[in-house]
């Protein structure tokens, strides 16, 4: 379990670095991708802590059972960042965030017609 936790803990503070850093190199005071930085490094060293050989089942609980935990509260506490501060950003802020989910609805809607017509 040690191990797995000490892959994640380490691609969460490395994604968190690259997202401060990104937030830097852009002029915004902010962390800017930091967890999903931090996902994409975890993803990678599991393949190369695969591929090494050294995956086993103290890897696999650890990650485990922190993913059943830590992924979806990291999850929920950036989407209600990100409400807060569209709702205190305008109205230009709140339909760049409401538009695109209605037209992925409309999308899907229209693929799934395709999708049953064509079977």
């Avoid at 999903?36 to 103290?58: C, D, H, P, Q």
């Avoid at 509260?73 to 205190?88: E, F, H, P, Q, R």
């Amino acid at each position: 379990m040690i191990k797995g936790l000490a892959l994640l803990a380490f691609c969460f503070l490395i994604g968190m670095w690259c997202g401060a850093l990104l937030g830097t190199w852009l002029g915004i005071d902010a962390n800017v991708g930091g967890v999903g930085f931090a996902m994409i490094f975890l993803l990678f060293s599991k393949e190369y802590v695969t591929r090494k050989g050294a995956w086993n089942e103290e890897f696999a609980f650890g990650l485990g059972f922190w993913n059943k935990l830590y992924i979806p509260i990291v999850i929920a506490m950036a989407a209600s960042l990100n409400v807060k501060s569209a709702l205190s950003s305008g109205i230009l802020a709140l339909l760049a965030g409401i538009l695109p989910v209605f037209i992925a609805f409309g999308l899907v809607r229209i693929l799934l017609k395709k999708a049953t017509t064509t079977k």
